[in-house]
């Protein structure tokens, strides 16, 4: 019997094998036939969307493939409003062209059915016709399912086709009302419930507020890596791939990015996306830091040096976790 493949998180390195595994059958489907009429430019048009997004869930969200690359699966953190992609009516227009509209309208559609309480959304599931796909297909789904859990929110899909379907009600997602995508494609909306396994059976735990950031494990049994100043704050919210990128190996290698509270509230005060700043501070691997009342004198020294109270925060915050800080400004 052949062993699947171990799941792992994907870094922004993998975004081109995301791309595919989506891409094809995507493009195969009857509503990316009618996204894209043109079939010799159908599968570059859908890539080029789906990389917008891909690398947004990166940024506001987690994605899972198989060692092996022979699955994926996307999801967005939708503890609020998740901004659009930087620069995405642009990027948007680009890559789609004359079937704009048609984008745009797709989008107003899902939008329109997906849920507003806040949940982790399964933005893209795809699986490569493979040996053993449907084994492949479920350790990715378990397994993804669970890390998402891990922040007691419901996890939401779409799923598009009748073996979609099945796929997650056995994974303990429960259907709700169909509606018809613009192509004519019936379109099933599935919910589920940290630590549902089957339709009915609901988890006894209470649903964290999404104020609340997820915590799996006490800080002291993870070590803080990094620690964001006010500029990486500021720049995360603007869209930053870098500082996605930074915080996002920080998660992939069971680690913490701090963020002084501080700095939080300076990046605030200069007009960062308030949205954007929640969705930084519920990452799951985000910590929120204050300064320690009894390292007073170590802060007021640093205060005196940089004459910025957020600068001085951060400083102390690297040197107390023995780790760098991450810059817009090295």
Same mark, same amino acid.
């Given at each position: 019997?052949?062993?699947?493949?171990?799941?792992?998180?994907?870094?922004?390195?993998?975004?081109?094998?995301?791309?595919?595994?989506?891409?094809?059958?995507?493009?195969?489907?009857?509503?990316?036939?009618?996204?894209?009429?043109?079939?010799?430019?159908?599968?570059?048009?859908?890539?080029?969307?789906?990389?917008?997004?891909?690398?947004?869930?990166?940024?506001?969200?987690?994605?899972?493939?198989?060692?092996?690359?022979?699955?994926?699966?996307?999801?967005?953190?939708?503890?609020?409003?998740?901004?659009?992609?930087?620069?995405?009516?642009?990027?948007?227009?680009?890559?789609?062209?004359?079937?704009?509209?048609?984008?745009?309208?797709?989008?107003?559609?899902?939008?329109?059915?997906?849920?507003?309480?806040?949940?982790?959304?399964?933005?893209?599931?795809?699986?490569?016709?493979?040996?053993?796909?449907?084994?492949?297909?479920?350790?990715?789904?378990?397994?993804?399912?669970?890390?998402?859990?891990?922040?007691?929110?419901?996890?939401?899909?779409?799923?598009?086709?009748?073996?979609?379907?099945?796929?997650?009600?056995?994974?303990?997602?429960?259907?709700?009302?169909?509606?018809?995508?613009?192509?004519?494609?019936?379109?099933?909306?599935?919910?589920?419930?940290?630590?549902?396994?089957?339709?009915?059976?609901?988890?006894?735990?209470?649903?964290?507020?999404?104020?609340?950031?997820?915590?799996?494990?006490?800080?002291?049994?993870?070590?803080?890596?990094?620690?964001?100043?006010?500029? &990486?704050? #500021?720049?995360?919210?603007? +869209?930053?791939?870098?500082?996605?990128? $930074?915080?996002? @190996?920080? =998660? /992939?290698?069971?680690?913490?990015?701090?963020?002084?509270?501080?700095?939080?509230?300076?990046?605030?005060?200069?007009?960062?996306?308030?949205?954007?700043?929640?969705?930084?501070?519920?990452?799951?691997?985000?910590?929120?830091?204050?300064?320690?009342?009894?390292?007073?004198?170590?802060? &007021?020294? #640093?205060?005196?040096?940089? +004459?910025?109270?957020?600068?001085?925060? $951060?400083?102390? @915050?690297? =040197? /107390?976790?023995?780790?760098?800080?991450?810059?817009?400004?090295?």
């Amino acid at each position: 019997m052949s062993n699947t493949p171990p799941v792992c998180r994907a870094r922004w390195g993998d975004i081109p094998e995301i791309v595919d595994l989506v891409a094809g059958p995507f493009a195969e489907s009857a509503v990316g036939a009618w996204l894209v009429p043109e079939g010799h430019r159908r599968r570059d048009v859908l890539a080029a969307v789906i990389r917008v997004w891909a690398e947004h869930a990166l940024l506001f969200g987690e994605a899972y493939l198989l060692k092996d690359h022979s699955a994926a699966a996307v999801w967005l953190h939708r503890y609020g409003p998740v901004p659009p992609p930087n620069d995405y009516g642009e990027r948007l227009a680009v890559a789609c062209g004359d079937y704009l509209d048609r984008f745009l309208h797709l989008d107003d559609v899902l939008r329109a059915h997906r849920p507003v309480d806040p949940h982790n959304h399964l933005a893209f599931f795809s699986v490569a016709p493979v040996p053993h796909r449907n084994r492949r297909a479920a350790t990715l789904l378990a397994t993804s399912n669970a890390r998402m859990g891990q922040g007691l929110l419901p996890t939401y899909a779409e799923a598009t086709t009748t073996a979609e379907r099945d796929l997650y009600a056995r994974h303990g997602y429960v259907p709700h009302e169909p509606f018809s995508l613009p192509d004519g494609t019936i379109a099933y909306p599935m919910w589920r419930y940290p630590g549902q396994r089957r339709p009915g059976h609901h988890s006894s735990t209470r649903t964290r507020r999404p104020d609340q950031p997820a915590r799996t494990h006490p800080l002291n049994d993870l070590s803080i890596r990094i620690i964001l100043d006010t500029s &990486a704050i #500021i720049a995360f919210a603007k +869209g930053s791939i870098a500082v996605g990128e $930074a915080i996002a @190996a920080v =998660a /992939d290698e069971g680690g913490l990015f701090g963020l002084p509270v501080m700095c939080l509230a300076e990046a605030s005060r200069s007009g960062a996306d308030p949205i954007r700043l929640d969705l930084l501070v519920n990452h799951p691997a985000a910590a929120v830091l204050t300064v320690d009342p009894l390292k007073w004198r170590a802060f &007021a020294v #640093i205060c005196r040096r940089t +004459g910025q109270l957020d600068t001085a925060s $951060a400083l102390l @915050a690297a =040197a /107390d976790h023995d780790c760098a800080v991450l810059s817009e400004h090295p």
